[in-house]
């Protein structure tokens, strides 16, 4: 089955700074790329996704960014702000096409101001 | 986005009682919900596959007579927790696809278990 490695597990950042977290695959026919938000006692929000047809997706501040020859998918956070502390998954279709998403282990943002 | 409904947000209960969790998709019809458990600080685990009208899938290691998966509508999946225990204390979440062949997942507010 797939497996996906997330890094860092802890990220602290001053408030307007940037925040990169990586996700790496090892299945190459992986096709959908999602990142999820979770707050403290929610179910995690899908953020932003993308596709293996496009490298690269932005939505306001945040944008993902995926590198399908060396198997990783990055999310990029700029202008931060404590609002943005948070834990952050990437996922991956676990197999086929409208299977169920594994997870990474998560990121846990902290955006000091 | 889609809206998936989970109720109740948290339930506190006996040891040996039954807890029932319910997932609803308010705006769309999810032949197909899934069923994760979340431990603090941990990513989530995949449970089980919800199927409208057929039989739940369930992952290795979990037990199928202790987590009782009903998907009995295209909108409605439950998850029952059966003679629930304090190992079974845990954050549920369920989550929906549309059925119309999109591959966001989107995922309910979650229940906090605390078995006493």
């Known amino acids: 089955g797939e497996n996906v490695e997330q890094h860092p597990s802890t990220l602290s950042v001053q408030e307007g700074d940037s925040a990169v977290i990586k996700c790496t695959y090892s299945?190459?026919?992986?096709?959908?790329f999602p990142w999820y938000k979770q707050e403290l006692g929610k179910g995690p929000q899908l953020i932003i996704d993308i596709r293996s047809n496009v490298g690269e997706k932005k939505d306001q501040r945040i944008a993902v960014t995926l590198n399908k020859t060396a198997k990783h998918f990055s999310l990029h956070i700029t202008e931060t702000q404590p609002e943005d502390s948070a834990v952050y998954f990437c996922?991956?279709?676990?197999?086929?096409?409208?299977?169920?998403?594994?997870f990474g282990k998560g990121t846990t943002l902290s955006v000091s101001s | 986005g889609a809206v998936v409904s989970q109720h109740p947000s948290r339930v506190i209960c006996k040891s040996g009682t039954s807890v029932k969790i319910e997932c609803r998709s308010l705006d769309f019809q999810a032949t197909t919900m899934f069923w994760y458990r979340q431990f603090p600080k941990k990513s989530l685990m995949l449970m089980a596959t919800?199927?409208?009208?057929?039989?739940?899938?369930?992952e290795q290691g979990v037990e199928k007579d202790k987590f009782l998966i009903n998907h009995a509508s295209l909108t409605l999946s439950t998850l029952t927790v059966t003679s629930a225990h304090p190992e079974d204390s845990s954050f549920y979440i369920c989550?929906?696809?549309?059925?119309?062949?999109?591959?966001?997942?989107?995922f309910g507010s979650g229940t906090q278990l605390s078995v006493l």
């Open positions: 996922a991956l279709p676990r197999s086929q096409a409208g299977t169920a998403l594994i």
């Open positions: 299945d190459s026919a992986s096709n959908y």
């Open positions: 919800s199927n409208e009208g057929s039989k739940a899938t369930y």
């Open positions: 989550s929906a696809r549309e059925d119309r062949g999109l591959e966001k997942l989107f």
